[in-house]
């Protein structure tokens, strides 16, 4: 029998910005198919699962996801999933979890409406990296927050032995330069005021502008800093080894380009970085962080580490924690090493207890709050732009974000989108409190 045609959907994200993105996408597919956006799994004829393969746990959670689909009367939505996990496990998912009737991977997704039509008769898995570009078949951006993300770039070459990535998103590739313009604009016309540039290695972001010459991520920091109504620019994650001289120079010139940095260095120990095959050292990552100070002091750094890499010392670790010391983070990602299957370091010697990684995790993490929580502090009593994003709990509460990304919490009422001044009156281990300034509260 056939399955009934869907009209209402639902995506949950899970993991990284670029999936957040990619739900944004497939939503705005859906809706120009004619389907609409219910209000919560629960309510919807479609449930799209944008899943995360980085670190097992992440993984492993997308099965329970799928058995809390199951409804009161023993039905199940349409469940498609989306994601990394699909592009890893394709046609092993609905094999081991029945009710799944879609599997689509992170570069196949613009098929989504076809995969739904076939759905209706049997299992439709989709893990295809096309050659033809997803962005080309997806529809125009439209509704849109005063924050948006926008994918320029894809995939990893880098192949970090710990790491999905490379199998899951594929390649590296960089959207061109036109599509990356005309997409931020339509972004623009539609309500955004900041853009964050996206991709697994968005400063390796290389193209050609319209007159033909070579540009990299800087480049195109500049462009966009043109663009009428774009009040902020922010781009992550990046790879050490491709800050490039003019991103380092724009952080310098471009006001629009806010003073954060997100940097991961993964590990402070040369030998571990070897095993990594990050191919940087701590000393050429330390010059890196030297040289973008130097052009942009106030800069907050952030970065991701993993501890209990195969093969981690004590000392291995140590210097780690030297590494955070020496750079003091603004705010940092921290994780215990989860080996992933197909990847050279799941089958490396030395792989290190759960107790101790448990342990190790606990001291850098301890270290890296005690930095936020010092940056944070510094900047009680300074007036900061804060760009304000959305309702906080409280009636006339509002939450909006600083140049360096910490959340700002506003009492008295500035409308969603409006970039105003506040003065920081407290803050706090993740979040701040700020008063609007005289100027702000008469505008
Ligand atoms: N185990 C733990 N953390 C990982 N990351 C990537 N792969 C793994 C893994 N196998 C972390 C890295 C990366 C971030 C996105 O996730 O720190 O920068
Ligand atoms: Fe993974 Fe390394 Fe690529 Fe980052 S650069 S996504 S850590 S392989």
């Known amino acids: 029998m056939n399955k009934p045609a869907p009209r209402t959907f639902h995506v949950k994200s899970f993991g990284c910005q670029m999936n957040v993105y990619d739900g944004a996408r497939m939503t705005e597919l859906l809706e120009s198919e004619g389907l609409s956006a219910a209000a919560g799994a629960d309510e919807a004829d479609l449930v799209v699962l944008n899943t995360c393969h980085i670190r097992e746990k992440a993984a492993e959670k997308v099965y329970s996801d799928i058995g809390r689909l199951r409804r009161e009367d023993g039905t199940t939505p349409m469940i498609a999933v989306a994601g990394c996990v699909a592009q890893a496990e394709g046609a092993e998912i609905p094999r081991r979890a029945p009710s799944v009737d879609i599997v689509v991977g992170p570069q196949a997704y613009h098929r989504l409406p076809d995969l739904v039509r076939a759905a209706r008769t049997g299992k439709a898995v989709d893990t295809d990296m096309p050659a033809e570009s997803k962005f080309e078949a997806l529809p125009a951006r439209r509704r849109q927050g005063p924050t948006a993300f926008l994918t320029v770039q894809e995939g990893c070459d880098k192949f970090c032995t710990y790491c999905v990535v490379p199998y899951t998103r594929g390649a590296e590739v960089s959207r061109p330069w036109a599509a990356v313009v005309d997409e931020a604009k339509a972004l623009i016309d539609a309500g955004a005021r900041e853009i964050t540039l996206l991709g697994q290695n968005v400063n390796a972001w290389e193209g050609e502008d319209e007159a033909g010459r070579t540009q990299g991520l800087g480049g195109l920091i500049r462009a966009l ?3 009428p109504g774009l009040e902020r620019i922010r781009y992550t994650t990046s790879h050490p080894n491709d800050m490039r001289d003019d991103l380092i120079i724009a952080h310098k010139e471009v006001a629009s380009l806010m003073p954060f940095l997100h940097l991961p260095v ?8 070897k095993a990594m095959n990050r191919s940087h050292s701590v000393d050429s990552y330390l010059r890196v962080i030297d040289r973008v100070r130097e052009a942009r002091p106030d800069i ?4 991701d580490f993993i501890v209990g890499f195969p093969g981690e010392t004590e000392e291995d670790f140590a210097a780690t924690l030297a590494l955070i010391a020496r750079v003091e983070h ?4 921290s994780f215990k090493y989860s080996p992933r299957p197909g990847t050279p370091a799941a089958v490396m010697d030395d792989q290190i207890a759960a107790a101790v990684m448990d342990e190790r995790l606990q001291r850098l993490q301890g270290l890296l709050n005690e930095q936020q929580h010092a940056f944070n502090r510094a900047t009680l009593g300074k007036t900061l ?3 304000i994003e959305r309702n906080g709990k409280r009636p006339g509460q509002r939450i909006g974000k600083s140049p360096w990304l910490q959340s700002v919490i506003v009492e008295d009422g500035p409308d969603i989108g409006t970039l105003v001044e506040v003065e920081i009156v407290s803050s706090g281990p993740n979040s701040l409190v700020g008063a609007l300034t005289r100027v702000s509260a008469a505008a």
């Open 266 to 273: 993964q590990a402070g120990s040369d030998r571990i970085l």
């Open 300 to 303: 907050a750094v952030s970065g």
């Open 385 to 387: 732009k804060v760009l």
């Open 330 to 333: 603004a705010q940092a990602f």
């Open 225 to 227: 800093d043109k663009l």
